[in-house]
């Protein structure tokens, strides 16, 4: 069941850290503020080649990876958001653009309920980026009034229990799926052990019954050499 679970964790850090070098490049491609905030351009390029690394990394090294690594790289993988979600919100206070300033930090939050390798990483990043999310309303606050203020922080308090609740329900089912898993590889295990006995069961019948009428010609009196050799015949093929 810990093979299991490591190359469930492997895979799931895997896709995490691919996804987030995905949406680096993309934003450095499609969001304009990258390519008028030189700070916002370098972080987020900065960040690709940290989750590249991550899922090379992965990918590329021979031994298995523990779910204690996994959690470290999917932290390293995704840290890197707290510098980069909070560049563009003050770059866009700054011009008066703030619209919807939470809105990433709410997929964020679904995001790492969806793709975490584990409940403690999981819930550990939840609470950080729902801590972080916090803390940057409150600053935007003071700037341009935006809507979307107006309802935090309980508006990302909702998204943080709704993350938690998809954490907690993925977790509950992928262990479910791994005692499974391991149940099922404990059955054929169970079922080859018994081919086998069953094997060694025919393949002993048919020597022992030879022993069992050659010990009868003996208590009848014949010690011929016939019998006896039927009696090393009988142990050779035993052995």
Not at 95 to 121: D, N, Q, Y
Request: some cysteine; charged content about 20%; proline content about 4%.
């Amino acid at each position: 069941m810990t093979g299991i679970k490591q190359t469930e964790a492997a895979k799931t850090t895997f896709l995490a850290a691919a996804i987030i070098t995905g949406i680096n490049l993309a934003s450095l491609v499609l969001d304009g503020r990258d390519h008028s905030f030189v700070a916002l351009m370098v972080t987020d390029a900065l960040h690709a080649v940290i989750a590249a690394g991550v899922a090379v990394a992965m990918r590329r090294v021979n031994r298995p990876w523990t779910p204690r690594a996994c959690d470290f790289a999917f932290v390293i993988a995704t840290a890197p958001f707290l510098v980069g979600m909070w560049l563009p919100q003050t770059h866009d206070l700054q011009t008066g653009k703030s619209l919807e300033p939470m809105l990433a930090h709410h997929f964020l939050l679904l995001g790492i309920a969806v793709v975490a390798p584990s409940w403690r990483s999981g819930s550990a990043m939840i609470a950080v980026f729902t801590a972080h999310a916090i803390v940057l309303a409150q600053v935007l606050e003071g700037g341009a009034p935006s809507p979307s203020l107006a309802r935090e922080p309980w508006f990302t308090l909702v998204f943080a229990v709704f993350a938690v609740m998809l954490l907690y329900t993925r977790e509950r089912r992928r262990k479910l799926e791994q005692r499974l898993a391991a149940a099922e590889a404990r059955a054929q295990m169970h079922a080859q052990v018994s081919r086998m006995l069953l094997a060694l069961r025919d393949r002993a019948n048919t020597p022992l019954q030879t022993l069992e009428v050659a010990i009868s010609l003996l208590e009848q009196g014949d010690d011929s050499r016939v019998t006896l050799s039927m009696l090393r015949r009988a142990l050779d093929r035993l052995v």
